[in-house]
């Protein structure tokens, strides 16, 4: 009988995957870069196949190496089925989380997938509003932990990701161009939209704000419908949005930053056990709707790491 795969293995195995790099893959699994290379090679032996092969200065999973992820991923499921089965002090209890919903769009649904996995016990309730309201939720008792826009001016929030902030306009059209910029942005207790005014006004740039809400589909929809310009966290830009820079007369701006907050009062292992769960996820996470874009002319994107390994939607 054969002797069983190493679970601890897969699981780097895994985490090369979704990271896309062994660099990233050994901060996710906690272990040196050689550590992982070394698991890897022991994988290779003990299946007999090479999972990865060079192409270039990158690595990519060979044909094997796309067989053994969906394997890889089952065994990894109902290993921690089974120890959640068996663990007298899991979680249990509902937990109510607030998020904008730009946020919501591109983070939660994995977060909810994983968290779920690890914590079949607790129930998450999820709305979306902006960060304002959801910071006066919050300290009504209405939400245990809210996802915001960090801004210590306004609120108190542990910053768990930081990214760029761009100023978008659409690919099919040059509104960008119009000598008065249509804007379209939040309301007026909106960060974005305060740094957006104060940008232009010492650009010494005219706009006239043309869209006000606080969805960001709606600020979505009317940049991609080329009637206005706006600025947007990269995890809400979309394909078929032009990111304009200073040659373009729009200012730099400062990078946006994700912050958590947590009821007062909250059941401490729940929130702690999410909020630790959010924050590993988000640093983590890559951001694929740059990526998708990247193809087409102005969202393009330097790659510096040399071991990455290109994505594929199965992953």
Same mark, same amino acid.
């Not at 904008?100 to 649904?109: F, G, L, V």
């Not at 942005?185 to 869209?211: K, M, N, T």
């Given at each position: 009988?054969?002797?069983?795969?190493?679970?601890?293995?897969?699981?780097?195995?895994?985490?090369?995957?979704?990271?896309?790099?062994?660099?990233?893959?050994? $901060?996710?699994?906690?272990?040196?870069?050689?550590?992982?290379?070394?698991?890897?090679?022991?994988?290779?032996?003990?299946?007999?196949?090479?999972?990865?092969?060079?192409?270039?200065?990158?690595?990519?999973?060979?044909?094997?190496?796309?067989?053994?992820?969906?394997?890889?991923?089952?065994?990894?499921?109902?290993?921690?089925?089974?120890?959640?089965?068996?663990?007298?002090?899991?979680?249990?209890?509902?937990?109510?989380?607030?998020?904008?919903?730009?946020?919501? $769009?591109?983070?939660?649904?994995?977060?909810?997938?994983?968290?779920?996995?690890?914590?079949?016990?607790?129930?998450?309730?999820?709305?979306?509003?902006?960060?304002?309201?959801?910071?006066?939720?919050?300290?009504?008792?209405?939400?245990?932990?809210?996802?915001?826009?960090?801004?210590? =001016?306004?609120?108190?929030?542990?910053?768990?990701?930081?990214?760029?902030?761009?100023?978008?306009?659409?690919?099919?059209?040059?509104?960008?161009?119009?000598?008065?910029?249509?804007?379209?942005?939040?309301?007026?207790?909106?960060?974005?939209?305060?740094?957006?005014?104060?940008?232009?006004?010492?650009?010494?740039?005219?706009?006239?704000?043309?869209?006000?809400?606080?969805?960001?589909?709606?600020?979505? =929809?009317?940049?991609?419908?080329?009637?206005?310009?706006?600025?947007?966290?990269?995890?809400?830009?979309?394909?078929?949005?032009?990111?304009?820079?200073?040659? $373009?007369?729009?200012?730099?701006?400062?990078?946006?930053?994700?912050?958590?907050?947590?009821?007062?009062?909250?059941?401490?292992?729940?929130?702690?056990?999410?909020?630790?769960?959010?924050?590993?996820?988000? $640093?983590?996470?890559?951001?694929?709707?740059?990526?998708?874009?990247?193809?087409?002319?102005?969202?393009?994107?330097?790659?510096?790491?040399?071991?990455?390994?290109?994505?594929?939607?199965?992953?």
């Amino acid at each position: 009988m054969p002797a069983p795969l190493d679970i601890d293995q897969l699981q780097t195995f895994i985490a090369i995957v979704d990271t896309g790099s062994f660099t990233r893959a050994a $901060d996710r699994v906690c272990k040196t870069q050689s550590a992982v290379s070394m698991q890897m090679r022991r994988l290779e032996e003990r299946l007999g196949k090479d999972l990865f092969v060079k192409d270039g200065r990158t690595n990519r999973l060979s044909e094997e190496g796309e067989r053994l992820i969906g394997y890889a991923r089952r065994m990894i499921k109902l290993n921690n089925e089974t120890m959640v089965a068996f663990d007298d002090n899991k979680l249990e209890g509902a937990m109510r989380v607030g998020t904008p919903d730009d946020y919501a $769009d591109r983070y939660m649904p994995g977060i909810i997938a994983r968290f779920a996995k690890t914590h079949p016990g607790v129930e998450l309730y999820i709305e979306c509003e902006p960060s304002v309201e959801l910071a006066a939720r919050l300290q009504r008792g209405e939400l245990d932990v809210a996802l915001v826009t960090h801004d210590p =001016s306004l609120r108190g929030s542990e910053v768990v990701r930081t990214e760029p902030l761009y100023w978008v306009s659409s690919m099919s059209h040059a509104v960008h161009e119009e000598a008065v910029v249509p804007l379209a942005v939040g309301r007026p207790h909106c960060r974005w939209r305060s740094l957006a005014c104060a940008a232009l006004d010492s650009a010494e740039r005219e706009y006239q704000i043309l869209f006000t809400s606080w969805s960001a589909t709606v600020v979505a =929809s009317a940049v991609l419908s080329g009637l206005a310009v706006s600025l947007l966290p990269e995890c809400a830009v979309r394909p078929g949005m032009r990111i304009l820079s200073q040659a $373009d007369g729009f200012p730099a701006l400062m990078p946006a930053q994700i912050g958590l907050m947590r009821r007062q009062g909250a059941p401490a292992a729940l929130v702690n056990a999410l909020c630790g769960h959010i924050a590993a996820s988000l $640093d983590n996470i890559s951001s694929p709707t740059i990526e998708e874009a990247e193809s087409s002319p102005g969202i393009k994107r330097e790659r510096g790491l040399q071991d990455e390994i290109p994505s594929f939607a199965a992953w």
